[in-house]
Nanobody, 128 residues
């Protein structure tokens, strides 16, 4: 069982930056692929970014490429989403998700249905 707690959301002006953190419980965090999703009001949850269990595989939705980065610190059992050059359309509740434990090749996963555990979400609001 893995518990995920997101933090770092808030209100920021367009062009600003935020760093989201997702702290995971459990001693096998390093064996979990991690992902970030977001859901804006009235819209479906969408994939944002993912990182493989080894950290060597990352993937981003086209709309955030070049602006967002994903990283993980296995010693701190935490995954991060660094968001730069934020736009009003980035406004959403951001969710952290975990899939695993995994062994073998380290893939990043983009489908919400592929993840096993979810956090409660953190609100990100970007004003114009």
């Amino acid at each position: 069982q893995v518990q995920l707690v997101e933090s770092g959301g808030g209100l920021v002006q367009a062009g600003g930056s935020l760093r989201l953190s997702c702290a995971a419980s459990g001693r096998t965090f390093s064996r979990y692929a991690m992902g970030w999703f977001r859901q804006a009001p009235g819209k479906e949850r969408e994939f944002v970014a993912a990182i493989g269990w080894s950290g060597g595989s990352t993937y981003f939705v086209d709309s955030v490429k070049g602006r967002f980065t994903i990283s993980r610190d296995n010693a701190k059992t935490t995954v991060y989403l660094q968001m730069n050059s934020l736009k009003p359309e980035d406004t959403a509740v951001y969710y952290c998700a975990a899939k695993g434990p995994l062994y073998g090749v380290s893939y990043s996963y983009t489908g919400a249905e592929e993840y096993d555990y979810w956090g409660q979400g953190t609100q990100v609001t970007v004003s114009s």
